[in-house]
C-alpha cells in the first residue's frame, strides 16, 4: 500500500530509545551543580582533614575508613541502584554528605569515624548514579548533535567536571578566607620537626600543626552546611529520575555477578592500576601536601588559597580538554596526563620547601590539575566506550578500585615515611600506564575483528534484490 500525503508517519522507538533523557544538557547542569554545591564542603573539610584533627591521627584515619567502606559500597552499588533508584541514591547521598558535615562539629572517634564510615557506604552508589547519568545523558546529547559518542560524553564530562573542579577553588577560598580571622600565631610553632618528603608520622620525626581557634571552625563548617542543604534541594526538586532500559535491567544476583565478571574483564584488569594510581596521587595531593608542605611551611590557612590554584587549574582545563577531545583523541591525553602525574611525584620527592619559594607552592597544584583534569573526564568516556553493555558495574569497579587506593594511601600515611610513598606512587603510575596502552590494544582488535566479522556476514535474500 502507498502512503498518501495524510496519512501518518508513525516511528517507533526502541526501548533503549524511549529511556534517553529528554533534557540531556540540562540533567547534566543540574547534576553539575548539585555536586559543586556538596564538593564545595566535602572536599575543603579533606584538604584540611589531617591538619585540623591531627590527635592520634584521627582526621587521616577517618579518611581511612571513608574510602575503605567504599570498597564494600563500589561493590554493591549496581545492586542498590536497582532497588533504590539514581536519583534516590544522589538525595540519600547528599544527606549523609550534611550528617558528615555536622560531625566535624565535634571531632571524636565518636562522631566522625561512624559519619566517614556512613559517608563511604553511600559513595559507591552516589559516583556510579552520576556516571549513569552522565552516560545516558551523553547517549541522548549525540544523537541530538549528530556528533559521535565519545565527542559528546567529552562534552558533557568537561562540564560536569569543570564545576566538580571548581568546588576546589570555591572551597578553599571560603575555608582559607575564614581562617584568616583566626588570632593563632602561625610563623613559629608549626614546624616542629621535618617538612616536605622527609616527613614521617612518627614521633622523631612528625609534623605539627597549630589549630585554629573553635569559633573560626564553627563558622567555617555553618557555611558548608548551607552548601549541603543547596545541593539536596537542586537534586531532589530538578533532576528527573533515570529511566533504566529494560535491556539493561537485572535481578539483584545477576547485578553482584556483573561487578566481579567485569572485574576480571582483560581490559577493566589492565586499567586497575591507572585508576589507583590517579587516585593514590591525588590522596598525596590533598593529605600530604597540604600538610607536610603548605602547612608545615607556610601555615594552615594558606591551604585554601594554594589549593584553589588547584580546582581553577582543573576546572578550566576540564572545560577545554572536553573540546579538544574531539581533536586529539584519548591516546595523547593519557600520555600527557601520565607524563605531568609523573613530574610532579618526582618534584615532590626532590623539593625541599622553604617559606620564600612561595611560588613554587602554588606552581605544583596548578600543573598537577592538568592532569587531574584529564584523567577525571577521559576515565569516565573510556569507561563507557570501552564497556558499553556493562556500564553500571564497570562504573562501580572504577570507584571501588580508586577507593582501595586512597584508602591504601591514607592508611600507609599512618605508619609509613612520605619519601616511600611517593616510591610506591612512582611505580604504580608506571605499571598504570604499560596496562592502558594494553587496554587500548585490546579494544581496538576487538572493535577490528567485530567490524571484519559485520562486513562478511552474507546479504539477506532483499539485500541482493537491491544490488
Known amino acids: 500500500m502507498v502512503a498518501t500525503e495524510n496519512t501518518a508517519v508513525t516511528v517507533k522507538m526502541s526501548d533503549d530509545e524511549k529511556a534517553l533523557p529528554k533534557h540531556p544538557l540540562r540533567d547534566t547542569l543540574v547534576i553539575s551543580f548539585s555536586f559543586m554545591a556538596i564538593y564545595t564542603s566535602y572536599l575543603a573539610i579533606q584538604n584540611l582533614q589531617s591538619s585540623l584533627n591531627q590527635e592520634a591521627g584521627l582526621g587521616v584515619t577517618s579518611l581511612a575508613c571513608l574510602y575503605g567502606t567504599i570498597l564494600i559500597s563500589g561493590t554493591m552499588a549496581p545492586s542498590f541502584i536497582r532497588i533504590v533508584g539514581a536519583k534516590r541514591s544522589l538525595v540519600i547521598a547528599w544527606i549523609i554528605h550534611t550528617i558528615y558535615t555536622a560531625s566535624n562539629f565535634y571531632p571524636t572517634w565518636a562522631t566522625l569515624i561512624p559519619s566517614s564510615i556512613l559517608l563511604g557506604g553511600i559513595a559507591g552508589p552516589q559516583w556510579t548514579s552520576q556516571g549513569l547519568y552522565l552516560s545516558r545523558s551523553g547517549d541522548a546529547y549525540s544523537r541530538i548533535i549528530n556528533e559521535n559518542i565519545h565527542s559528546a560524553l567529552s562534552k558533557l564530562n568537561g562540564i560536569f567536571f569543570t564545576c566538580y573542579e571548581a568546588t576546589q577553588i570555591t572551597g578553599n577560598l571560603i575555608s582559607s578566607l575564614v581562617l584568616q580571622q583566626g588570632s593563632y600565631d602561625e610563623s613559629e610553632d608549626n614546624v616542629t620537626k621535618t617538612c616536605g618528603a622527609d616527613s614521617c608520622p612518627i614521633a622523631a620525626n612528625g609534623t605539627l600543626i597549630q589549630e585554629p581557634d573553635t569559633h573560626v571552625v564553627y563558622i567555617l563548617l555553618g557555611i558548608f552546611l548551607v552548601c549541603d542543604v543547596v545541593g539536596i534541594c537542586l537534586t531532589a526538586f530538578l533532576l528527573p529520575k533515570l529511566i533504566t532500559p529494560k535491556s539493561q535491567k537485572q ?39 597540604t600538610k607536610a608542605f603548605i602547612s608545615c611551611s607556610l601555615g594552615i590557612s594558606m591551604v585554601g588559597f594554594i589549593m584553589a590554584c588547584f580546582g581553577g587549574s582543573t576546572a578550566i582545563l576540564a572545560l577545554l580538554i572536553g573540546r579538544l577531545a574531539k581533536y586529539t583523541g584519548r591516546y595523547l591525553l593519557f600520555t600527557v596526563a601520565s607524563a605531568i602525574d609523573m613530574g610532579m611525584l618526582l618534584t615532590l620527592y626532590f623539593w625541599e620547601p622553604q617559606k620564600d619559594q612561595l611560588y613554587l607552592f602554588f606552581i605544583i597544584p596548578t600543573v598537577w590539575g592538568i592532569s587531574e583534569a584529564i584523567f577525571q573526564a577521559q576515565f569516565n568516556s573510556l569507561i563507557s566506550i570501552l564497556f558499553e553493555e556493562k556500564m553500571d558495574s564497570a562504573f562501580a569497579n572504577y570507584h571501588t578500585s580508586k577507593a582501595f587506593a586512597f584508602t591504601t594511601t591514607f592508611v600507609c600515611g599512618v605508619f609509613l615515611c612520605l619519601r616511600t610513598r611517593i616510591y610506591i606512587a612512582i611505580g604504580l603510575l608506571s605499571v598504570g600506564f604499560l596496562g592502558y596502552i594494553g587496554a587500548e590494544i585490546i579494544f581496538s582488535r576487538t572493535k577490528l575483528s567485530k567490524n571484519r566479522k559485520d562486513d562478511n556476514v552474507p546479504a539477506t535474500t532483499d539485500e541482493k534484490t537491491h544490488l
Open 251 to 289: 535481578s539483584l544476583s545477576k547485578s553482584v555477578v556483573s561487578c566481579c565478571t567485569t572485574l576480571v574483564d582483560k581490559k577493566m584488569t589492565l586499567l586497575i592500576p591507572l585508576f589507583m594510581s590517579q587516585a593514590m596521587n591525588q590522596g598525596l595531593l590533598l593529605s600530604e601536601y
